[in-house]
Every structure is written in structure tokens, then in C-alpha cells.
């Protein structure tokens, strides 16, 4: 009577050990679809002798998609003459802060000749470590015109990564002991 009492018991914890499997896995599915994946910082050699393929072909199909959502945006929102910061919000929403500072900062980088990229925003992309995109980036650099895609990075820069900067900005600077306030020097 006792084993059989067990095995009930036994048998409806499984049962619902399933259901809450069949729940937890349908919620994983469901979150693949809206999540992002991680940015993947290594080599595709490392990821195919590591069993990491997917998730280095995962993480470089974000950076492709990136990339387009980029020249889209910039495609949808520019009037001619204006780029509203609504462009960078739409991709932002899409994209997490660090893909979207490595695709564009890689851009500028592999279009380094290109002068239609402010000097600020050249000597920006040059402080960004972009080795995790790989040797030939290609893939996920966004298209879009230089001086219209400068005028995203301005934007992009201006609202995610200056804003870190914002306590700092508010220091007044130390003055020299030697000048005054009129710019008169003693």
C-alpha cells in the first residue's frame, strides 16, 4: 500500500515536472524571438573548435542586421536636410548601446579615408575596440552616405555615450592661480 501511495506520488510530481518543463521551454522560445543575442568576442576558428558556432553566427547576424537597421533608419527619418533624434532611439530600441557602438565605430574605421566623417567622430572610432567583429568587417557596416551617417554618430555619441559623461560635466574647471574671470592675465 505504501509503495503504491509512492508511485502516485512519484508519478504526479513527473507530471508536473513536465508541465513546468513544457512552460519553461516554451517561454525560452518565446523570449529567442524579441532577445537580442550577446556579442560574441571571439574568433570564428575559436567558436568551431570550442562547439561555440552558434553563437558566433548568432551574434554575426545581429551585427548584419544592426548594420541595415542603421541605413534604414537613417533612410526613414531623414527629410533632406535634418536627421531627427528619433533615428537613433528606433535603432536603440532594436539594438543594445554596445552592437550598435561597434557597428558604427567599425564603419568609421574601415572608411578612414573618407574625410565626410568629422575629425571627433574619426578619433572616437579609433578608441573603440572593435576586434570581436573580426578582420573583415564588411558584413555589418552600415552604407548609408558618410556625412549622413556622421550626423547619426553625432547623435548616437550626443544621446548614449556622452550622457554617461554628464556628472563630470558639471565640474567647474580648476583656474589657473594666475588668471582672473575677464581673461585679463597678471
Not at 49 to 63: K, L, P, V
Not at 72 to 84: A, R, V
Request: aromatic share 10%; net charge negative.
Amino acid at each position: 500500500m505504501e509503495e503504491q501511495i509512492r508511485k502516485e506520488l512519484y508519478e504526479e510530481m513527473k507530471a508536473e515536472q513536465d508541465v513546468y518543463q513544457a512552460e519553461l521551454l516554451a517561454i525560452e522560445e518565446a523570449a529567442k524571438l524579441y532577445m537580442e543575442p550577446p556579442i560574441y568576442r571571439q574568433s570564428a576558428q575559436y567558436a568551431i573548435e570550442h562547439g561555440e558556432r552558434d553563437a558566433y553566427f548568432a551574434s554575426r547576424q545581429s551585427f548584419e542586421a544592426c548594420g541595415r537597421a542603421i541605413d534604414e533608419s537613417i533612410g526613414k527619418h531623414f527629410d533632406g536636410m535634418h536627421l531627427p533624434q528619433e533615428a537613433v532611439r528606433e535603432v536603440l530600441e532594436e539594438f543594445s548601446t554596445e552592437r550598435v557602438k561597434l557597428v558604427l565605430a567599425c564603419t568609421v574605421k574601415h572608411k578612414e579615408w573618407d574625410l565626410r566623417f568629422s575629425p571627433r567622430n574619426r578619433e572616437w572610432a579609433r578608441t573603440v575596440d572593435t576586434s570581436c567583429i573580426g578582420k573583415e568587417p564588411y558584413y555589418c557596416m552600415a552604407t548609408a552616405h558618410p556625412a549622413i551617417l556622421d550626423g547619426f554618430i553625432s547623435l548616437f555619441r550626443k544621446q548614449v555615450l556622452e550622457k554617461d559623461k554628464a556628472p563630470q560635466a558639471h565640474k567647474k574647471p580648476a583656474k589657473h592661480p594666475q588668471e582672473r574671470g575677464d581673461g585679463f592675465e597678471l
